[in-house]
């Protein structure tokens, strides 16, 4: 079956420095894969969407990757700040059309 | 503002209840998605609809039922035969199924059975 893995639950950093995100997916080839921010008892909001004929998306200070070889997708956040802490979720494309969610990382960026 | 509207915030259920949660889009988006999100797991599909009077089981839909009568409205019912039905509800919606440009989440449904 798809499955989906985002290594890290959380991940602690210090304030200017870059957060790095993993997503690693198995047993499908998404087309396209997304990323979203979700904050405490929010819905998630879409950040960037990131198709298998691109390596890298940038929108501002993140950055996503797409290596459909190693089935892997990067999610960077330069300069970091504390309004950044939240928790980032993976969606690749599903065979199906649907996307299906990672369990997200939860960054907390500290000052 | 388009965007999605979910109600009640907060809604408690007695045991063998049926209760069903709100969910409304003025994005004129054609797909719309019921999530369910527990702590420490994805969030988990139960039901998907792509055209009015036209919807899908997913992962989990046993226990749940919907309707989809209008484009704009994507009510979800939570019925006695689902058995543990405490979670965080989420209604999405897309202007098709691929969501190739991202799903507009509403703002959740914090159900609890007392």
């Known amino acids: 079956s798809q499955k989906i893995e985002q290594n890290s639950e959380a991940l602690n950093i210090q304030e200017g420095k870059t957060a790095t995100l993993t997503c690693n997916y198995t047993?499908?080839?998404?087309?396209?894969l997304q990323w979203y921010r979700q904050d405490p008892g929010r819905g998630p909001v879409f950040l960037l969407l990131?198709?298998?004929?691109?390596k890298e998306k940038r929108k501002e200070r993140l950055k996503v990757t797409f290596d459909t070889t190693l089935k892997q997708s990067l999610f960077h956040i330069t300069a970091s700040q504390p309004a950044d802490s939240a928790t980032y979720l993976c969606?690749?494309?599903?065979?199906?059309?649907?996307?299906?969610f990672g369990k997200g990382t939860k960054l907390s960026v500290k000052p | 503002d388009g965007g999605i509207t979910q109600s009640p915030k907060y809604l408690f259920r007695k045991e063998g209840q049926n209760v069903t949660l709100s969910c409304e889009q003025n994005?004129?988006?054609?797909?719309m998605y019921w999530y369910r999100q527990d702590p420490g797991q994805g969030l988990r599909l139960i039901y998907y609809?792509?055209?009015?009077?036209?919807?899908q089981k997913g992962d989990i839909a046993e226990g749940y039922s919907v309707s989809r009568e209008k484009k704009e409205s994507f009510p979800l019912t939570v019925t006695s035969a689902q058995k543990n039905p405490t979670a965080f509800y989420l209604c999405?919606?897309?202007?098709?199924?691929?969501?190739?440009?991202?799903?507009?989440f509403g703002s959740g449904t914090r159900l609890t059975v007392v």
């Open positions: 990131i198709r298998e004929n691109e």
């Open positions: 999405a919606s897309s202007t098709n199924r691929q969501g190739i440009y991202g799903y507009t």
């Open positions: 047993n499908y080839s998404p087309a396209y």
């Open positions: 609809s792509q055209i009015v009077n036209d919807f």
């Open positions: 969606a690749p494309g599903g065979s199906q059309g649907n996307l299906i």
């Open positions: 994005l004129n988006h054609d797909a």
